[in-house]
């Protein structure tokens, strides 16, 4: 694919999946995580609730976007997100992790990842040829809605062989490693 070689496009691209993987696996690994420690189906719904909720900030995003570097908000936002990710390791190591724990941190990790894929969208037309944009938006999709399939299918198995806070740290790795 001619898009491909696009080094600004390819370095996106491959952002994208990964960051996708990672906040896949993540999220499957936050709600098994939650149940694990609480042991009730309210803390894991109340878990699943702060996961959405704040998909309503990308109804806003767009416009905020435009005024803010997208590089800056793309790299910053991930590196938080390495950081947020890295307490629940460090709170298991330490011996203090709790339901608490997670549920605090899970709507901020969600509304840091809201940023990422608007931001991501918005970034297309100024790294592409007109005639590329629709492979381009067309790639990002697949890998948007595409890898999450994916990875939610196969996280189970992982928490299973790994542990749910292995993934924590894997994802928290990832992200501060590739930005």
């Not at 809605?145 to 189970?156: K, Y």
């Amino acid at each position: 694919m001619e898009i491909l070689k696009n080094r600004n496009f390819l370095l996106l691209f491959v952002g994208r999946i990964l960051t996708n993987i990672g906040d896949s696996l993540y999220a499957v690994a936050a709600m098994w995580l939650v149940y694990d420690l609480g042991g009730s189906t309210l803390y894991t719904g109340l878990a699943g609730f702060l996961s959405i909720l704040p998909r309503i900030i990308q109804l806003l995003s767009g416009p905020m976007i435009d005024r803010v570097p997208i590089r800056g908000l793309l790299v910053y936002t991930q590196l938080f997100q390495a950081l947020l990710l890295l307490i629940v390791p460090l709170a298991f190591y330490f011996d203090f992790l709790t339901v608490g724990v997670v549920l605090a941190i899970t709507p901020i990790l969600s509304t840091l990842n809201m940023w990422v894929y608007p931001a991501q969208m918005s970034a297309l037309p100024k790294i592409l040829d007109k005639k590329q944009l629709t492979q381009g938006n067309s790639l990002f999709s697949l890998a948007y809605q595409g890898i999450d399939v994916a990875c939610n299918a196969i996280s189970g198995v992982l928490i299973i062989v790994l542990g749910a806070v292995s993934l924590y740290l894997w994802n928290s790795i990832s992200k501060g490693i590739l930005r």
